[in-house]
C-alpha cells in the first residue's frame, strides 16, 4: 500500500506519503510543490471513490497554494519545514472558507471563517491541505460508520472498516493519497484507525496541541492528533503543530523539543512495561500473538521488559462513556437552528424548531449519546454517575503515575480485535465501544500514546502496537516507534485499491 503513489524526476521516485522525502525533493528543487499537489489529487480521483476517506476536496485551491509555496522556495524564504506537503484534516477541524461539517448533516454546510490553530501552523509551515476527511459523526464512533454521508472503508479489505473515528484521515495516508494527516482522539479515534490501516497514530499529550478549532464533542478528553505513514514523519509534523496557544486556556506552556532530534538513537536499557489488564479474555488471539512477538522484538532493542498492572483498567470504558456523553451533552446543546448550522424548515414555534432541527439534524448515535449525558448530568443523579466518574477518573491516572515511576513506557495492543466488517457491530452499541478498551485510559489520563504497525493476520488485516509514556513524553514513544521499524519493518500485503 504505502508507496504506490509517486512521481518520477530524472530517475529517483517522490513517494506521496513520504512527507520528509517530498520536502526534502521539493527544497532542492528536484520536483515541485504543485507536481506533488497534482499527484496526490490525481491519487484521490482514482482511489477515493472506492474508500470514501474524503469529504470535501479543494483541486483548485490546493494547486493554488502549491504554487504559492513553489514561489517562495524559489526566493529562498526558510523555515518551511513542510514544504509542499498535501496534508488532509479531519473534517471537525475549522478550515477558512473550507467546509467543515464534522460528518453531520447539522452541519453539512457550515463553512468557518477562520482556521483552527493546528491548520494555521500548517500554512505558515508550508503545507498544502489537500481536502477535509470523513469521519464518525461529531467523532463519536469507533468505525467512521457513523458519518451522515457515507462510510469509509479499509483499504486492506474493502468490506471491513478503517476505524474511527478518523477513519478518513488514517485512510487517506495508507493509500497514498496525502503524505499526512490531522484526526481527533477523545477515546482512541487516532490510534484505533492508525493500527486497522496499517500507519502511524500519534494521540499527543491533553494540551500539547491547541484545541482552538477543534469542534468540541468531551473538552476534557479531546485532542489534536497526528496520522503519517512513519514515526518519522509524525515527529515532523508533531513538531511543528504543537505548542501553547494563547486562543486555548488549556494548552501547555511546556516547551516543544524537536522530536526528530534524536530520532533513531537506540533504545538500549528503556524500561517498557506491559500492564496485564490489556491481556485479558477478549483480546483476539492472533492479535495477541502479534503483540507478543512485538514485545520479543523489544527486547531484541535491549529494552527491558517487565510486567506491571492499572487495576483500575476494567472500569474504564464504563467511565468514559458517562465523562464524554456528559460532556458532548453539554457541548452539542448549542446546535439548535438558531445562529447556525441546519434549522428545519416551516417550524410552527420556536420549541418546533429546536425539535425538528435537532432531530433531523443529529444521528442516531449522536442523540444516543446526547440522551446519555443529560441523564448523567440531571438532577438526583449527577453525582450518581458523572461525580462518581470523575473520581474513578482519578484513579485511572493515578494507576499510569504509579507505573511510570518504575518503567519508562508501557506496550500494549491497541484494539482487541483486527478491523471488522462493515455493519458487523452498528447493532450493538455496548460491542462497539468495548472495541475502545485499550485506548480510552490514555485520554482519561491525559498521558500520551501511539500506534505503530507491528504485523498482520492470517487474513491480511494490520495491526498495530500502542506505545504510551508519561505527559509530555512524545519524542520517548516517537523514537522506540522509529527504532523499533527501523529493525523490524511491516511489509504490507498487495492493497486491494
Known amino acids: 500500500m504505502n508507496g504506490k503513489t509517486r512521481l518520477w524526476r530524472d530517475s529517483k521516485p517522490v513517494k506521496i506519503n513520504d512527507a520528509c522525502d517530498i520536502r526534502d525533493s521539493i527544497r532542492s528543487g528536484r520536483i515541485s510543490a504543485e507536481e506533488v499537489a497534482a499527484a496526490a489529487l490525481k491519487r484521490i480521483e482514482e482511489a477515493d471513490p472506492r474508500l470514501g476517506a474524503f469529504v470535501t476536496v479543494q483541486p483548485e485551491q ?52 477562520f482556521n483552527a490553530t493546528a491548520v494555521q501552523a500548517l500554512e505558515n509551515a508550508g503545507a498544502v491541505v489537500i481536502g477535509k476527511t470523513n469521519c464518525d459523526e461529531f467523532g463519536m464512533g469507533s468505525s467512521t460508520e457513523n458519518s451522515a454521508f457515507h462510510v469509509t472503508r479499509n483499504p ?30 477523545t477515546g482512541g479515534s487516532v490510534r484505533q484507525p492508525a493500527s486497522f490501516c496499517n500507519v502511524v497514530g500519534i494521540k499527543p499529550t491533553y494540551g500539547r496541541i491547541s484545541r482552538y478549532g477543534l469542534v468540541a464533542f ?24 504543537a505548542g501553547p496557544d494563547t486562543c486555548d486556556s488549556t494548552s501547555a506552556r511546556v516547551p516543544v523539543p524537536d522530536c526528530l532530534d534524536g530520532l533513531d538513537r537506540p533504545v538500549k536499557g528503556l524500561r517498557v512495561g506491559v500492564p496485564r489488564e490489556f491481556f485479558d479474555p477478549g483480546l483476539d488471539h492472533e492479535v495477541k500473538n502479534i503483540i507478543d512477538d512485538a514485545l520479543r522484538n523489544a527486547t531484541v532493542l535491549g529494552c527491558e521488559i517487565e510486567e506491571v498492572s492499572l487495576p483500575h483498567t476494567p472500569y474504564a470504558v464504563a467511565d468514559y462513556y458517562i465523562i464524554a456523553p456528559a460532556e458532548a451533552s453539554s457541548n452539542l446543546a448549542r446546535y439548535d437552528g438558531v445562529r447556525y448550522g441546519y434549522r428545519a424548515p416551516s417550524p410552527r414555534d420556536l420549541a418546533d424548531m429546536y425539535f425538528r432541527s435537532r432531530s433531523r439534524g443529529f444521528g442516531a448515535e449522536v442523540k444516543r449519546r446526547i440522551m446519555i449525558g443529560t441523564f448523567a448530568l440531571s438532577s438526583g443523579y449527577y ?36 478491523a471488522f466488517r462493515i455493519g458487523e457491530k452498528t447493532d450493538d452499541p455496548l460491542a462497539m465501544y468495548l472495541s475502545d478498551i485499550y485506548t480510552v485510559t490514555a485520554n482519561l489520563a491525559g498521558i500520551p500514546a501511539l500506534s505503530v504497525p507491528c504485523g498482520f493476520t492470517s487474513g491480511g488485516l494490520p495491526v498495530g502496537l500502542q506505545i504510551l509514556g508519561s505527559h509530555f513524553e512524545e519524542a520517548t514513544l516517537l523514537r522506540l516507534a522509529q527504532n523499533y521499524v527501523n529493525s523490524f519493518p511491516v511489509t504490507a500485503p498487495p492493497p486491494q485499491v
Open 218 to 241: 468531551a473538552s476534557s478528553l479531546d485532542v489534536i492528533g497526528i496520522i503519517a505513514s512513519s514515526p518519522r514523519d509524525a515527529a515532523l509534523l508533531l513538531s511543528t503543530v
Open 383 to 418: 453525582e450518581a454517575y458523572y461525580g462518581r466518574a470523575m473520581k474513578v477518573r482519578t484513579l485511572i491516572r493515578q494507576d499510569y503515575e504509579k507505573v511510570f515511576k518504575g518503567v519508562d513506557v508501557l506496550m500494549a495492543p491497541v484494539s482487541p480485535t483486527p
Open 156 to 185: 486492506f479489505d474493502l468490506d471491513r472498516v478503517a476505524g474511527g473515528s478518523s477513519g478518513g484521515s488514517a485512510v487517506a495516508v495508507a493509500a497514498g493519497m496525502a503524505a499526512l494527516a490531522l484526526g481527533s482522539d
Open 62 to 113: 490546493a494547486l493554488a497554494r502549491a504554487r504559492e509555496v513553489d514561489v517562495k522556495v524559489r526566493s529562498g524564504q526558510t523555515g518551511l519545514p513542510l514544504a509542499g506537503i498535501p496534508v488532509a484534516v479531519k473534517d471537525n477541524i475549522s478550515t477558512r472558507h473550507l467546509k467543515t461539517t464534522c460528518g453531520s448533516r447539522i452541519l453539512q454546510s457550515y463553512v468557518p471563517p
